[in-house]
């Protein structure tokens, strides 16, 4: 039996960016993936996601004070 780290209720929402926002969101902020935080490909909150290294993720926090909030991060390989 395999345990799926994604529905542990302190893994945030993990989800892959689709090519459109990912150009929307690197020119919005004039930056390059490379100018974002890494996660790792190995990382068990994205591995059922099919992505590749050079991906964007996305990861959706909740907070009782600050709400919702977007964190993204540049697919790398270990």
Same mark, same amino acid.
């Given at each position: 039996?395999?345990?799926?780290?994604?529905?542990?209720?302190?893994?945030?929402?993990?989800?892959?960016?689709?090519?459109?926002?990912?150009?929307?969101?690197?020119? =919005?902020?004039?930056?390059?993936?490379?100018?974002?935080?890494?996660?790792?490909?190995?990382?068990?909150?994205?591995?059922?996601?099919?992505?590749?290294?050079?991906?964007?993720?996305?990861?959706?926090?909740?907070?009782?004070?600050?709400?919702?909030?977007?964190?993204? =991060?540049?697919?790398?390989?270990?």
């Amino acid at each position: 039996m395999s345990f799926n780290v994604t529905t542990h209720q302190l893994v945030y929402k993990h989800s892959k960016v689709a090519d459109a926002e990912k150009e929307s969101l690197l020119k =919005r902020y004039d930056i390059t993936p490379q100018d974002l935080p890494k996660i790792m490909l190995q990382d068990p909150a994205i591995k059922q996601l099919g992505v590749k290294a050079g991906d964007l993720v996305k990861i959706e926090r909740e907070s009782k004070t600050a709400g919702k909030s977007a964190y993204y =991060r540049e697919v790398v390989e270990g």
